[in-house]
């Protein structure tokens, strides 16, 4: 069953609230701030540092795409996929209706994430976005959003730190509903260019061939690991290899 999520009055209930479940699921327990200790963000620091304490800083994980069995398992959709996976692979269920997105809240590690699918259509996804970032008070450099992207072939995947919106209307709603910023990472997920004088729109809601579906389905793998990567480490030296790894993965020696 789907719980609506109530309006809490601060950040501290509403995380409070939300990650008591987490801790009873998982048994973690999470140590007392000490009032005169300074803690450094481990998940957002590029270099690992040594000793240094993780601050629980959720991340808002969103996969765009649009909601509906009629566009279940297009080229469109493949955000939605991955964060089924990472659901998935971390045992986190998307239970929970809030700010017109499917939500579920649960941690990779020890640091919470709020795996996000917006249930409005993709040209008004920020309106769950932006809502949520504001709601949790996630900074912007912890908003991952994951996409399709028509500039990488099918089954390559890119990490980016901060972009444009490549023309992308999910994107572009998204930027929108977060005051016009650009600074939030991405991981974009190749679907490859319409064939031939192909319809645009035709190809983004068509369903991949089986060797399309092949890549497609080892991508959301290898990206199930990568995005914790992310989430533990942050933009370092793993994902910068990573980025490389996919972006040759297909040359024939």
Request: glycine share 10%; with cysteine.
């Amino acid at each position: 069953m789907l719980a609506v999520s109530p309006p809490p009055s601060s950040f501290s209930t509403r995380f409070s609230i939300s990650i008591s479940g987490l801790q009873q699921r998982r048994g973690l327990l999470l140590a007392k701030r000490a009032p005169t200790r300074k803690r450094r963000i481990l998940a957002s620091i590029p270099d690992p540092a040594e000793h240094a304490q993780v601050e629980y800083t959720p991340w808002l994980i969103v996969g765009l795409g649009n909601p509906g069995n009629k566009y279940h398992s297009t080229r469109h959709n493949v955000g939605f996929e991955m964060v089924d996976r990472i659901a998935q692979a971390e045992g986190i269920p998307l239970n929970t209706i809030q700010s017109k997105a499917l939500l579920g809240i649960g941690s990779i590690g020890e640091v919470p994430i709020l795996l996000v699918k917006p249930q409005a259509y993709m040209n008004y996804c920020g309106e769950s976005v932006g809502p949520l970032a504001a709601y949790y008070q996630v900074p912007l450099r912890h908003i991952l959003l994951i996409y399709d992207e028509m500039n990488l072939p099918n089954g390559v995947l890119r990490f980016q730190q901060k972009g444009g919106h490549g023309h992308h209307n999910g994107v572009k709603s998204v930027i929108e509903h977060l005051d016009g910023s650009r600074e939030f990472p991405r991981l974009c997920i190749g679907i490859g260019n319409p064939p031939g004088t192909m319809d645009m729109r035709a190809f983004l809601l068509q369903q991949f061939s089986p060797t399309e579906r092949d890549q497609v389905d080892s991508a959301l793998e290898q990206g199930v690991d990568a995005v914790r990567t992310l989430v533990l480490k942050g933009f370092n030296t793993n994902i910068n290899r990573f980025n490389l790894v996919q972006k040759y993965k297909y040359h024939k020696v």
